[in-house]
């Protein structure tokens, strides 16, 4: 396949790892061995816009590695294929209760567990501040995808972004929040060994 097919994919396959490994804390051993199980492999993992390319990649991977509780969120013509992905529950994110479905899944399935969520969105009112009403629990780790769009190009008055993953929604004490700029790859591709992975920046 020409690399000028494949232009995009290591952005956004190096952005979805990384996030999970660097900023969620997610084990993804690299190679990953034939019989290697994570020990947080039940952990709650919530992918916000899992229907995005990191969205999918990010699905695609955690359940690579082993992982099985991904509760994912995408419009439903999506539903399909991110279950065949990977998540154990996918919801649309357009539903009016689709943080209170979250949330019942959380207390009935995983009780008092820490989650991971993934915002590969960040939109302030249509992801960002929906996730602080489900990562909760003091240990959760959330990490989103900068900028957060505060209005997007649509609106009357014009795009408005912001930086601010913590400033932008209200986060309960003891939940860590990770922004998250961009990855990519720094040397050449060659099949063997494999590239060097680098972070360009990020908090």
């Known amino acids: 396949m020409p690399l000028a097919a494949v232009a995009t994919v290591p952005?956004?396959?190096?952005?979805?790892?990384?996030?999970?490994?660097?900023?969620?804390?997610?084990?993804?051993?690299w190679p990953r061995s034939t019989d290697f199980l994570p020990q947080n492999q039940h952990t709650p993992i919530l992918i916000w816009g899992a229907a995005t390319s990191v969205g999918q990649f990010a699905v695609q991977i955690l359940k690579h590695w082993g992982y099985t509780n991904i509760i994912a969120t995408a419009s439903s013509k999506h539903h399909e294929k991110i279950k065949k992905?990977?998540?154990k529950h996918v919801l649309d994110y357009q539903e009016p209760n689709a943080v209170d479905s979250i949330l019942n899944i959380l207390n009935?399935?995983?009780?008092?567990?820490?989650?991971?969520?993934?915002d590969c969105v960040t939109s302030k009112s249509g992801s960002l501040q929906?996730?602080?009403?489900?990562?909760?629990?003091p240990g959760?780790?959330?990490?989103?995808v900068l900028p957060v769009v505060i209005r997007p190009p649509s609106h009357k008055e014009g795009v408005q972004l912001s930086?601010?993953?913590?400033?932008?929604?209200?986060?309960?004490?003891?939940?860590?929040?990770?922004?998250v700029v961009s990855?990519?790859?720094e040397a050449v591709c060659t099949l063997i060994?494999?590239?060097r992975l680098v972070f360009l920046s990020g908090s």
């Open 108 to 118: 009935t399935e995983s009780p008092a567990i820490p989650i991971r969520a993934f």
């Open 163 to 179: 930086a601010d993953v913590n400033g932008e929604a209200s986060w309960v004490p003891g939940v860590q929040v990770h922004s």
């Open 11 to 29: 952005t956004n396959f190096c952005t979805a790892f990384l996030t999970l490994s660097d900023k969620l804390g997610l084990e993804l051993p």
């Open 193 to 195: 060994p494999c590239p």
């Open 183 to 185: 990855y990519t790859f």
């Open 130 to 137: 929906h996730i602080a009403k489900i990562a909760t629990l």
């Open 140 to 144: 959760s780790i959330v990490a989103a």
């Open 85 to 87: 992905h990977g998540a």
